[in-house]
């Protein structure tokens, strides 16, 4: 069975972005182990398969990339950045649910209008909203909470405010995802 998650209608909202904190953090964290960080400063934000395709022909309410691999494989910050959303965004984490959106989230806000976000943790992000967060940040697990059919990262870019596909995104930094 290929993990892939359904999400559709309802996922490019609008992240009001409460940016007010985010120039006086300093980040916490370090890249870890396994995280490419690249002199661009972005990595790929896990490890696996891609399952899912940006808005292919027969899901074309699908804007993100879906990553699969094994529950618990880690999941990193593309780069750096300040978190805006750490938070489970379905009714439920606490059990998969077809239809239930993303499941534990996390969004960076990257600068100049510049996003990555990441769905179906598996538990309770590491980070929190107005974290300031380094490139190859642990951000937490991969999992299935929401609406997913098997442990997968659901990543989702942003440019200038919209979702765009992250595969040219993330090439246009420097990363084959
Ligand atoms: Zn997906």
């Known amino acids: 069975m290929v ?96 239809g239930d959106g993303c499941g534990w989230t996390v969004k960076i806000d990257h600068g100049g209008g510049v996003f990555t976000r990441y769905c179906h943790m598996r538990d309770k992000p590491l980070v929190n909203v107005g974290d300031a967060v380094v490139a190859g940040q642990l951000l937490g697990y991969m999992g299935a909470t929401g609406d997913a059919t098997g442990p997968h990262l659901h990543l989702e870019c942003y440019t200038a405010g919209y979702v765009v596909d992250c595969e040219p995104f993330m090439k246009a930094r420097g990363v084959t995802l």
Do not use: K, Y
Request: proline share 8%; charged share 10%; net charge negative.
């Open 3 to 98: 993990a892939i998650c359904a999400l559709g209608a309802g996922l490019a909202v609008a992240n009001g972005g409460d940016n007010t904190t985010s120039a006086s953090v300093s980040p916490s964290g370090s890249p870890q182990p396994g995280a490419q960080v690249n002199d661009q400063g972005w990595t790929a934000p896990t490890t696996g398969t891609i399952t899912s395709h940006f808005r292919p022909p027969d899901r074309p309410s699908h804007e993100g990339t879906d990553i699969a691999n094994a529950e618990g494989t880690p999941i990193w910050a593309a780069s750096g950045g300040t978190v805006v959303q750490a938070q489970c965004t379905s009714s439920s984490c606490a059990v998969r649910q077809v």
